[in-house]
C-alpha cells in the first residue's frame, strides 16, 4: 500500500467505512499495514451504530408514551341516562345525541357550539390552549 493513501486513511478514519475500503485494497497488502485506521473506523463505526440504536429507542419511548396517552384519553367512558341534565340548556339530555368535554361536561349536540368546538360552553375552559393535566 502506498505511503502516502496509508496516511491519508489514518488521517480521516472517522469518514472513511473500513468494509469499502477492505474491498478496494488488494488482496496482497498485508492488514496489519492498515490497523490503526481499522481500529480507529471500527470503533468510530460501531459508536455511531449504538448512539443510533439508542436514539432509535428513545424515540419508540417516547412513541409508546404519546400512544398511550391518547389512548387514556379516548378510552374515558361516560354515562349518559335519562336522568341526565344538559347544564346549557337544563334539558333531560335522555337517549340525544350529545357532546363531551375533557372536563366530564357532557351537552346536548344542539349545545355544543361548532365555532369553539376546544371551548366548554359551561366553564368556558378552551382546551385548546390549555388542555387538561
Same mark, same amino acid.
Given at each position: 500500500m502506498p505511503e502516502r493513501a /496509508?496516511? /491519508? /486513511?489514518? +488521517?480521516?478514519?472517522? &469518514?472513511?467505512?473500513p468494509v469499502n475500503v477492505l474491498s478496494l485494497v488488494s488482496d496482497e497488502v498485508p492488514i496489519a499495514t492498515a490497523m490503526h485506521f481499522l481500529k480507529? *473506523?471500527?470503533r468510530m463505526h460501531l459508536q455511531? *451504530?449504538? &448512539? /443510533? =440504536?439508542? !436514539?432509535?429507542?428513545? &424515540?419508540? %419511548?417516547? @412513541?409508546? @408514551? %404519546?400512544?398511550l396517552r391518547k389512548m387514556q384519553y379516548t378510552t374515558r367512558s361516560v354515562r349518559v341516562t335519562r336522568d341526565s341534565i344538559c347544564p346549557v340548556c337544563r334539558q333531560p339530555i335522555g337517549d340525544k345525541v350529545f357532546a363531551y368535554?375533557?372536563?366530564? %361536561? %357532557? !351537552? @346536548?349536540? +344542539?349545545?355544543?357550539?361548532?365555532?369553539?368546538? @376546544? +371551548?366548554?360552553?359551561? =366553564? &368556558?375552559?378552551n382546551f385548546k390552549s390549555n388542555p387538561m393535566p
Open positions: /496509508l496516511q /491519508l /486513511l489514518n +488521517k480521516y478514519p472517522h &469518514e472513511l467505512n480507529a *473506523s471500527i455511531q *451504530s449504538r &448512539e /443510533l =440504536t439508542i !436514539v432509535n429507542n428513545l &424515540e419508540r %419511548v417516547q @412513541h409508546l @408514551h %404519546v400512544n368535554y375533557p372536563n366530564g %361536561v %357532557v !351537552v @346536548h349536540f +344542539k349545545c355544543f357550539n361548532p365555532n369553539e368546538p @376546544h +371551548k366548554c360552553p359551561v =366553564t &368556558e375552559r
